[in-house]
């Protein structure tokens, strides 16, 4: 489950979107209803637990059995656990605000008004059913009348201005400026594929064959749908294969990507005319409204040579053929019922396992907390998440930040240099905590009770021009990338800051009526997560001002990475499915801040607790409600079809060596459980990893 996720430096919402949307999960028929308030359950909780487990032998096991037992996975879901089954109780509340604000009375405010109207233009499904794919049906026009490629930096820029996608050959975008953290600068990116990754194209194991025939089929059939015969719709999904397969062989891996250096390359504008002399690039930014001044960030240059060389020998109906693919898989989800059901049987039937599509007002509630998240966030923070709350969190905050400190004066591997320049990064970073302090301002965007298309169209074109206005502007430190009631966290390396939405702090996960163990090892550890990013294998090329800079002495970052090193030989030994294994030079810094984490919120923990007489409860004790309350975070159940998915896209290991992988690494646990030496839950004391 996406807890603690960490966004690349060039952070945007689009991005995000696909990082937080997996957390959709859970719900039973019967309590499909909204509702006005939030239901409670405990952030350490009992039934939960397998107490016939061994904690010592399976520690995921023992905190999680009973949930895995009472949790099911949904028919609409490809995998379920404590992050998603919240998301969905807040989704399921979300809904109650939105039912309420939809109806069309005179005293609703104009933030109601916006969100209401937006909701209601969603759930009219059978508007959107009988518009058909009339919505798109000028942009497809659009492609259809260029009569030679010169006016293809002009109909890409007008698909990007539509859709703000990256489905055109490239994306594009703002960003800091990775050396020079206090400038915002253009960004390209390399094209989003329909398959979920670049080695689906390339790797020749059975079941990416398999795969690979299965999109074709796919890929015909929504050409069928636009009313291609069934010769030429088996063209045009070969053609978009071929193209697609030239880009994703040009494409960084995304381990590759994970080195903040392979993803910035600064260019002024001559250098990437020069770069990619086939498209006219002056076109391309006057469409989308983006200043290509004073630079741009060409995020893969290789990929740019290999467009070109794509468009330079591809005819122009093949090109056609692959804009107009990019413009109906981008848009399917909004259109009618026969380009949705086609959209599901592939992305989340046969490649995710679910059988059910969700129920609409999911769809809805999503969309608006996608769209307008500031505005609806805004109701929800009003009503769920109290100012003590806020800072009781970031008084936790403060103390994990303070156990770093003294963690990173004691740590034996560092010299006295770096630990000089750790101390100041720390002391610059900034946590974020709940909600914006500006909320932003949507006025602008026209919202229309009768035109779900246009809504989504304009909330797009609003958030793009939001992203590329921000060039050349100071930054926006108080920014968020994430909306209040998201149940996610992140640490974001150009701000140095971590951001915790009020969705993340609520109970199961932050329960002010729970004693402090369980918060700490719960809420405490995803604080410590976020912060410990800044350290990891990836964070640590960041400087405190967010600029990627070397901070490091030689032989400090020989012995970072020795530390680096251990943990992923222990994560490469974990089997995911079938013959797959966790491919640990991805979740590398994902594992190191679960570690890391944990321990930094030990420390705060048994500082806080310092003196007092604590007293064991349900038979458990403190140290042991600890551990039990930072292993149900992670309570989960997944498809088998969907942990292949992730096991090939997903940075975070799976959820149970989330858990046991940390542990192991703790000889705190072993003393709270009475472990034995050759338990697998414990590791001898050499072969201990430990980095912070
Ligand atoms: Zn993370």
Redesign the pocket.
């Known amino acids: 489950m996406q807890?603690?996720?960490?966004p690349y430096s060039s952070v945007n919402v689009r991005q995000l979107t696909l990082i937080t949307t997996v957390l959709v999960c859970s719900t039973a028929m019967a309590q499909d209803k909204p509702t006005t308030s939030l239901p409670y359950s405990p952030s350490l909780d009992l039934t939960s637990m397998d107490r016939s487990a061994d904690p010592c032998q399976d520690m995921y096991q023992y905190s999680c059995g009973g949930w895995i037992e009472n949790n099911p996975i949904p028919a609409d879901q490809s995998r379920t656990s404590t992050y998603g089954k919240l998301y969905v109780d807040n989704q399921r509340y979300l809904w109650g605000i939105l039912e309420d604000v939809s109806r069309n009375e005179p005293n609703r405010n104009a933030t109601q008004t916006l969100i209401g109207d937006y909701f209601a233009a969603c759930m009219n499904v059978d508007a959107v059913d009988e518009a058909g794919v009339v919505p798109v049906r000028s942009a497809m026009e659009t492609i259809e009348a260029m009569t030679d490629s010169s006016a293809l930096g002009a109909t890409i820029g007008y698909l990007i201005a539509l859709t703000d996608s990256g489905s055109f050959f490239f994306g594009l975008g703002s960003e800091q400026d990775a050396r020079q953290s206090d400038t915002m600068i253009g960004s390209v990116h390399a094209a989003s594929l329909g398959l979920p990754d670049r080695d689906y194209y390339l790797d020749d194991d059975p079941l990416k064959q398999e795969n690979r025939e299965k999109y074709l089929e796919h890929v015909a059939a929504m050409f069928r749908l636009l009313g291609d015969s069934d010769a030429a719709a088996g063209i045009s999904a070969a053609t978009v294969m071929r193209i697609e397969t030239a880009l994703a062989g040009a494409s960084l891996t995304r381990v590759e990507r994970r080195d903040p250096l392979n993803v910035y390359h600064r260019k002024s504008l001559p250098e990437l005319k020069t770069m990619v002399t086939v498209l006219d690039w002056d076109a391309v930014f006057s469409a989308t409204g983006l200043n290509p001044e004073p630079w741009l960030n060409i995020v893969q240059p290789a990929f740019m040579e290999e467009m070109q060389a794509v468009i330079k020998r591809e005819s122009l109906d093949s090109l056609k053929t692959y804009l107009k693919w990019g413009l109906i898989n981008s848009r399917a989800k909004l259109l009618s019922q026969a380009f949705r059901d086609q959209h599901f049987a592939f992305y989340s039937a046969y490649l995710e396992g679910i059988s059910e599509q969700k129920p609409r007002w999911r769809t809805c509630v999503s969309m608006v907390d996608r769209q307008l998240g500031e505005a609806l966030g805004r109701e929800f923070v009003d009503r769920n998440f109290p100012p003590e709350v806020r800072e009781q969190v970031r008084e936790m905050s403060r103390q994990i930040h303070q156990v770093m400190a003294e963690r990173i004066d004691q740590l034996n591997w560092m010299s006295p240099e770096t630990q000089t320049q750790a101390k100041l990064k720390l002391a610059k970073m900034r946590d974020k905590i709940g909600y914006p302090d500006q909320w932003r301002d949507y006025s602008s965007i026209r919202v229309d009770r009768s035109d779900y298309f246009g809504n989504v169209t304009r909330a797009t074109g609003f958030e793009l021009r939001r992203q590329l206005n921000r060039i050349g502007q100071p930054v926006d430190m108080d920014e968020w990338f994430m909306s209040p009631a998201t149940v996610n966290?992140?640490?974001n390396p150009s701000m140095n800051d971590i951001n915790f939405p009020a969705g993340v702090l609520m109970p199961p996960l932050y329960d002010p009526r729970m004693d402090a163990a369980p918060n700490y090892g719960n809420t405490g550890g995803t604080i410590g997560?976020?912060l410990v990013?800044g350290f990891?294998d990836e964070g640590r090329k960041y400087d405190g001002d967010g600029n990627l800079r070397d901070w490091w002495q030689a032989e400090d970052t020989a012995a970072f990475e020795k530390g680096a090193q251990c943990v992923r030989d222990q994560y490469a030994g974990y089997r995911v499915i079938d013959d797959i294994y966790i491919n640990a030079d991805l979740t590398s810094?994902?594992d190191i801040?679960?570690l890391g984490g944990v321990v930094l919120a030990w420390d705060a923990w048994k500082k806080e607790t310092r003196g007092l007489n604590l007293m064991p409860r349900d038979e458990l004790t403190p140290e042991q409600r600890f551990f039990v309350g930072f292993a149900q975070w992670a309570c989960s159940a997944e498809r088998p079809e969907s942990l292949r998915l992730h096991a090939a896209t997903d940075?975070?290991s799976p959820p149970k060596y989330r858990i046991n992988g940390v542990v192991v690494n703790i000889p705190e646990f072993k003393q709270a459980f009475h472990c034995a030496d050759d338990a697998p839950m414990v590791k001898a004391e050499e072969d201990i990893c430990r980095i912070w």
Not at 3 to 6: A, E, F, L
């Open positions: 807890k603690k996720s960490k966290a992140y640490y997560h976020e990013h990891d810094g994902e801040a679960d940075p975070h």
